[in-house]
Each structure stands twice: as structure tokens, then as C-alpha cells.
């Protein structure tokens, strides 16, 4: 198992220039890769590029671009041009997105999103591995009249998915390389998650994906704080139907936030430190994301 980090907005500064600092903090405390989420701020193929260019020998990765409100032939441009730029150290992490972002930003339907992902991975495979695609969908088309590939990055670009739900990791492991799960305790990846993704993997013939767990690691003098920290900027995720069921399956105790210490506790819970992610993860994942602060 690796380690790595994700990093986000620091909230002051240039973004970029930060991202390439801390990504080089990070390889030099022995890190093995930086991560950087997509939103409606900064590009993050761009951004991965960018740092991966900057920080000789540290992997770079998105985790993650949601299908809704883009196409595949733009993803397989910026995923390809990453590639080309980090020879050979970008991963292109993909998401279903949430109805919420969907609706409310982009103005379209979040409607089949099985689907979709499953057009869309189908369509984009194709692109990042021979620069072609005559992909003709329900939902999807993508076609090149005109070649699509990046020269410098023939190799193609691994593709992973923020799959956690059973129809996402079937279509994760039929069609993707790996999975980004995101707030799924040891029970819920040893369980449900891995068996589930490796399954669908193997029954197309597949090799084992790649699992690369996005989790919270916290270093604090004030537990108490860091609860309520992680209440406030977690909470939204249990609105979310695949983040509650994967809460859920990691034993959490079986309630909604509404107040108290018992809400913070829950989604608390999901925070682990770096020493509790080797020895209870290392026989599930792969590779690990920290995602969270020192204080």
C-alpha cells in the first residue's frame, strides 16, 4: 500500500502556486502522489499537469470530474495532454456527480447516471488508448473525424471511478482500471466495496481494480474541535445516497445529525488517522488518500 495526499484550495494565495508547494512538501515527507478535486473552481487535469510537471516523480491524479456537463472527447484532450505532460504519472478519476450540482449548475437533468457513466467510459476508453472513437449511445455520441490522440502519451491513461454503490462498482469493474471511494470505513471496503468492484472485474475478464481510498487523517491537540469541524464540512454527504450507504456499511452508529455529540461522533468516526489506515485498510486498499489538516 502507498500513501498519498489530496490537496485542495487553500482559500488564500495563488492556487496553483500552492498546489505545487504542497505537493512538493509532500514528496519530500515520502508522499507517493497528490490528488486534486474537481468543482466549478480550477481545472484539475490542468492543475495535476501542472504539479506533475513541477514535482519530478510524484503521481498526479483528478478525483474526481464529474460525467454530467462534459463530454469525452474533452475529458480524453485534458487527460491526454496531463499524461503527456507528467510522462506517464497522470490517473483520471471519474464521478457520477450529485443532483444537486447537476440541476442547480449546470441547468440539465441529472437523470440514468448508470448509464451515463457506463456510455461515457465506454466512449473515453476508447479515446485514451488509441486517440479514435466511433461510440454511437443513448445518451452519448463521440466520434473523431479527425485523430484525437496526444502524441507523447500513447500509453493511454488510467481510469478510475467514485464509485461505492453496487451499480457503480459493477460498472467501475467491467470498464474502469480502479475506484476512488470516498468516507467508506475498513468494514465497508473489506465487505462490500472491494468484493463487489473485484467481482465485476473479474467476471469480464479484468485485472484485480485498483482501490484508492480517499479518507480523512487528522492530527489534533482538540478532538472536540476537530468533531466539530468535520460535522460541518461533512454533513452534506449523507444527503448524498451512496456516501450514507457507505457510512452506513462502515458500522457507524444509526442516526442523523440533529444536534448533541452523537452527530459529530458518527461522521467523526470516518476520520482516521495515518497509524489506524495501515493496520485496518492495508488488506483492502491499495493505495490511500489523506484528506485533512493538522491543528
Not at 18 to 45: C, Y
Not at 210 to 220: E, K, N
Request: aromatic fraction near 6%.
Amino acid at each position: 500500500m502507498t500513501v498519498g495526499v489530496a490537496i485542495g484550495a487553500t482559500g488564500t494565495g495563488n492556487q496553483i502556486d500552492a498546489g505545487v508547494r504542497l505537493a512538493a512538501e509532500a514528496a519530500a515527507a515520502g508522499l507517493r502522489s497528490a490528488w486534486f478535486g474537481q468543482t466549478f473552481g480550477a481545472d484539475s487535469p490542468q492543475l495535476a499537469a501542472i504539479v506533475g510537471r513541477e514535482v519530478p516523480g510524484i503521481e498526479v491524479g483528478t478525483s474526481a470530474i464529474p460525467v454530467f456537463g462534459r463530454h469525452p472527447l474533452i475529458v480524453s484532450s485534458q487527460a491526454l495532454t496531463a499524461q503527456a505532460a507528467t510522462h506517464g504519472r497522470y490517473h483520471l478519476g471519474l464521478a457520477l456527480g450529485t443532483r444537486l450540482l447537476t440541476e442547480g449548475g449546470f441547468g440539465i437533468p441529472y437523470e440514468r447516471p448508470i448509464a451515463r457513466l457506463r456510455e461515457f467510459l465506454t466512449a473515453l476508453r476508447r479515446l485514451t488508448e488509441t486517440g479514435t472513437a466511433d461510440f454511437h449511445g443513448e445518451l452519448l455520441t463521440a466520434s473523431t473525424p479527425i485523430p484525437a490522440h496526444v502524441p507523447g502519451a500513447e500509453a493511454g491513461v488510467p481510469l478510475l471511478v467514485a464509485a461505492m454503490g453496487p451499480q457503480a462498482l459493477r460498472v467501475s469493474g467491467e470498464l474502469a482500471d480502479g475506484i476512488l471511494p470516498y468516507l467508506a470505513g475498513p468494514r465497508a471496503l473489506a465487505e462490500h466495496i472491494v468484493p463487489a468492484v473485484t467481482a465485476a472485474a473479474r467476471n469480464a475478464g479484468r485485472p484485480a481494480p485498483r482501490i484508492v481510498a480517499l479518507v480523512h487523517g487528522v492530527v489534533t491537540s482538540d478532538p472536540d474541535a476537530a468533531r466539530a469541524a468535520a460535522t460541518e464540512q461533512l454533513a452534506f454527504y449523507e444527503q448524498i445516497p451512496s456516501y450514507a450507504r457507505a457510512i452506513a456499511l462502515s458500522h457507524h452508529h444509526r442516526h442523523r445529525y440533529g444536534g448533541g455529540r452523537q452527530g459529530p461522533d458518527r461522521m467523526f468516526r470516518t476520520v482516521f488517522v495515518l497509524t489506524y489506515i495501515r493496520t485496518e485498510l492495508e488488506s483492502n486498499v491499495r493505495h490511500t488518500e489523506p484528506r485533512g489538516t493538522t491543528s
